[in-house]
């Protein structure tokens, strides 16, 4: 009864590296999310994905690129790291868009990812 | 779209206290409003939420919250504290269609012995 899996759980980076953060669930969910939460600022939406083989732009995707080839994973990207990306990203996801009704979105434990 | 104020960033109460944790929010149509609340270095659980009916709404570990439309505000209580509820709490409110869901920005309660 995994739920939403994401991996790594810490990360240290070089300004300028590139790396790929992996989010998997199991409860066959349609949509899928990227967030990252930084002190004083609540959680924001990075991408989103409404099913397999698409995705969407939320809240601050600059810098960002994700990826939903299948549909139990959800792939997030940094191309060239930078300091401002140091932060702690959350996957979830859910039945529903954004978890309305009676199906909340469900979240993994997070990426903590330092970029010096 | 929605927005979220959590007005207290920290909140220190001591073992066996009372506490509330204010939320309130601004939205032009009704909304969906839900509590989660972050354990350290772990992801978001979903504490309760209102989606109509009663506007007490009884979530999980004993907290309690209740929507009040005329102040905008979705406080979450709890008569009697632990040392575990020690967390970050976060409110959150979406329209009925899912299409703006938004978190605020999350209150930090730390519970003292």
């Known amino acids: 009864n995994a739920g939403v899996t994401q991996t790594p759980k810490f990360r240290v980076l070089k300004t300028g590296q590139s790396m790929t953060l992996l989010c998997a669930q199991d409860?066959?969910?349609?949509?899928m999310y990227w967030y990252r939460q930084d002190p004083g600022m609540g959680l924001r939406l990075i991408h989103y994905?409404?099913?397999?083989?698409?995705?969407a732009k939320g809240e601050v995707p600059d810098g960002y690129n994700v990826s939903r080839l299948k549909k139990q994973n959800f792939l997030l990207g940094l191309e060239s790291a930078a300091p401002s990306q140091t932060s702690v990203y959350f996957c979830?996801?859910?039945?529903?868009?954004?978890?309305?009704?009676?199906?909340?979105?469900?979240f993994g434990d997070g990426t903590r990812l330092s970029i010096l | 779209a929605q927005s979220v104020t959590q007005l207290d960033s920290q909140v220190p109460v001591f073992e066996e206290a009372p506490v509330e944790l204010r939320c309130n929010y601004s939205?032009?149509?009704?909304?969906?409003l839900f509590w989660y609340v972050q354990y350290p270095n772990q992801g978001l659980q979903l504490l309760l939420k209102?989606?109509?009916?009663?506007?007490l709404v009884k979530g999980i570990n004993g907290f309690e919250a209740e929507f009040n439309k005329s102040q905008t505000s979705f406080h979450l209580r709890k008569p009697s504290v632990h040392i575990s509820d020690t967390a970050e709490y976060f409110c959150?409110?979406?329209?009925?269609?899912?299409?703006?869901?938004?978190f605020g920005p999350g209150t930090r309660l730390s519970v003292l012995p």
């Open positions: 979830a996801s859910s039945k529903h868009l954004l978890g309305t009704g009676n199906q909340p979105q469900h």
């Open positions: 409860m066959n969910h349609e949509y």
């Open positions: 994905s409404v099913g397999e083989g698409t995705t």
């Open positions: 939205s032009s149509v009704s909304v969906y």
């Open positions: 209102y989606l109509s009916g009663s506007t």
């Open positions: 959150a409110v979406s329209d009925f269609d899912g299409q703006n869901f938004v």
